[in-house]
């Protein structure tokens, strides 16, 4: 007989080799090759910090680095926002139709980015709904949805804010919401109530949250190469053009060290806030 | 005030829904139009629908992104649900560990996972770019999104059921395919459906892989950079509805008890 711990490991052990072998390690590769050079197309393993020194040295490179934290920034907070209400209200005032409205919200995410975005295209572009009915009634088109960061932001929120909303769902889903009522009945008025019980209660789901929306913006391209028009690229679009027409695998890998180590932070400073995930609403249910 | 917060609340989710909706049955509504910038009064035609028929490789895209969506998914479930029962019914303090190695892909970009991949297979495995190295890059984030989805539905599983059969003589194997597997497999083709679903619309990791070989995403890619054109908006809406029709099939399974998913509460 094996015991409980061989047994776990062996259901989970194909699925973790596989992980390793095929996600873990070629992140490994990443950092390695990042040490490197390209010539022709090929990496040479000639050992060197160049590919740093040009990704923090050139202002350009930062720059794109900024704009895209400042959009993941503001998509997640946006989202987070947005979220909040929405998921509460289905969570507490859902009934036998929570699965559906929970559902309705993240299906979309399965048609995947481009389609997404070639949908969104025909809402906001310069010949979207939106500008051809303004034109149509005689109004100004609105130039800020017609490849711009303002459309790429809106991009964005739309690809990602449903992450937001499952994962602070979820986290309702184990809360009690007499806790609200207890703090009500004691004197605490509707946003004393929230800022004291729900929000800290339910941290780990905001968190989850926010990670899940900021760390796929951080790293999008595809938003921005269709609605974010000329001054739109982000760093995501810059890592892209690496792998494409340049062939400069070997900077193409500093940036991708880069953006990991980045999101990394991000994460490990969000999840600050949550000290103890079992109280702050992340449990999993003794079977 | 307490109105008025639930009143705000339920604005908020109508505007949501329409936000998350409106762009899609709008480009449906224009993929059954003749003009397409502004399609009103409507004027219904399929000319749209009839290029797409006629598009150089659409029936390769279709055949090739089917395979990569279809043989991830059967990666994904197969090591999700694996994993799922190893930390859900042995309580070991492995736990933990395995379940966070498991959800880590839900924390990379898809970029990165798109261009490691593409590195590592070409420059340490020396494998080429093609269906197959597609779907084990796509089948790295669908794994941890299968084993999100079967772990939930398995928390509330009751293990005294293989436990019992155990105990009147059926082998390992056996209690699995007899007991457990007829009782979770609604999870299981939950998983699978999703992770399908995923890979076979994903572009940001397959790009990477997949090379010259067209997939459904990939053509897509290659038509929007010169504006919409009239084959993708048939795409789109073919994509779109037979992706809520099957979500709305599962979902009446369900419902329906067709498909019944029988746990202990």
Redesign the interface.
């Known amino acids: 007989m094996i015991g409980p711990v061989a047994k776990t490991l062996l259901l989970a052990l194909p699925g973790l080799s596989f992980l390793v072998v095929f996600l873990f390690m070629p992140l490994v590769s990443i950092v390695i090759f990042s040490f490197w050079r390209t010539e022709s197309y090929e990496l040479i393993a000639d050992w060197n910090i160049d590919n740093y020194a040009t990704l923090f040295s050139d202002v350009t490179y930062l720059t794109f680095l900024v704009r895209s934290l400042v959009m993941a920034t503001a998509v997640t907070l946006t989202s987070l926002l947005y979220a909040w209400p929405v998921a509460y209200l289905i969570a507490k005032h859902g009934g036998r139709y929570r699965l559906v409205l929970i559902l309705l919200t993240a299906a979309p995410f399965l048609t995947g980015e481009i389609l997404r975005v070639t949908a969104l295209q025909q809402i906001l572009g310069p010949i979207g709904l939106i500008n051809m009915a303004l034109g149509h009634f005689g109004l100004a088109p609105i130039r800020a949805l017609m490849y711009s960061n303002v459309a790429s932001w809106i991009g964005l929120t739309y690809l990602w804010m449903p992450f937001m909303v499952l994962a602070i769902y979820l986290s309702l889903l184990n809360f009690d919401f007499q806790l609200m009522e207890v703090a009500k009945v004691n004197g605490a008025r509707v946003w004393r109530a929230f800022f004291e019980v729900a929000w800290p209660l339910n941290m780990a789901g905001t968190v989850i949250g926010c990670v899940l929306v900021f760390i796929p913006t951080l790293g999008s391209s595809l938003t921005s190469q269709f609605l974010g028009g000329p001054n739109g690229a982000l760093y995501g679009n810059i890592l892209a053009h690496q792998f494409g027409a340049t062939g400069t695998w070997a900077f193409g890998s500093a940036m991708g060290v880069l953006l990991f180590a980045v999101s990394l932070a991000v994460t490990l400073v969000l999840a600050r806030a949550v000290r103890d995930f079992r109280r702050a609403g992340i449990t999993i249910k003794e079977g | ?2 109105q008025t ?2 009143g ?3 604005v ?2 109508i505007g ?2 329409l ?6 049955f ?2 449906i509504y ?1 993929s059954f139009q003749t003009n397409n ?2 399609p009103f009064p409507p004027d219904f035609s399929l000319h749209h629908y009839q290029s797409l028929l006629g598009l150089r490789d659409f029936h390769a895209a279709l055949f090739n992104s089917v395979i990569i969506g279809g043989a991830t998914a059967v ?1 994904s479930a ?3 649900t ?2 799922a ?11 933990a560990t ?1 379940a966070g ?2 959800l ?10 798109g ?7 070409k ?2 495995l020396g494998l080429p770019g093609n269906l197959g190295s597609a779907v ?2 796509n ?2 984030y669908a ?1 941890a999104f299968a ?1 999100l989805i079967v772990l ?1 539905q ?6 005294r059921l293989d436990e019992a059969a155990m105990v009147f003589g059926a082998s390992p194997v056996g209690t699995f395919r007899e007991v457990t597997l007829p009782l979770i497999w609604p999870s299981v083709l939950g998983a699978a459906i ?1 992770s399908f ?2 890979a ?5 990791v397959t790009f ?1 892989q997949v090379g010259a070989t067209p997939t459904l ?1 990939t053509l ?2 290659g038509e ?1 950079r010169h504006g ?1 054109s009239e084959e ?1 908006y048939a ?2 809406s073919l ?2 509805g037979a ?2 029709l099957l ?1 709305a099939m599962l ?1 009446g399974l369900l419902r329906s008890g067709v498909l019944r998913v029988e746990y202990r509460d």
């Open positions: 005030m307490r917060v639930f705000l609340q339920v908020m989710l949501l829904y936000f998350l909706y409106a762009p899609i709008y480009i224009v910038i502004w990666l197969l090591f999700a694996m994993a029962i190893g930390v859900l019914r042995y309580r070991t303090r492995w736990r395995v190695l498991y880590a892909p839900l924390f990379i970009a898809h970029i990165l996972i261009i490691a991949s593409l590195i590592f297979n420059s340490v084990i890059a089948a790295t794994t084993f939930a398995l928390a509330r599983y009751d293990w999703v679903l995923m076979f619309n994903n572009l940001e990477y995403p897509a890619w929007l919409i993708l795409l789109t994509i779109n992706v809520f979500l979902y």
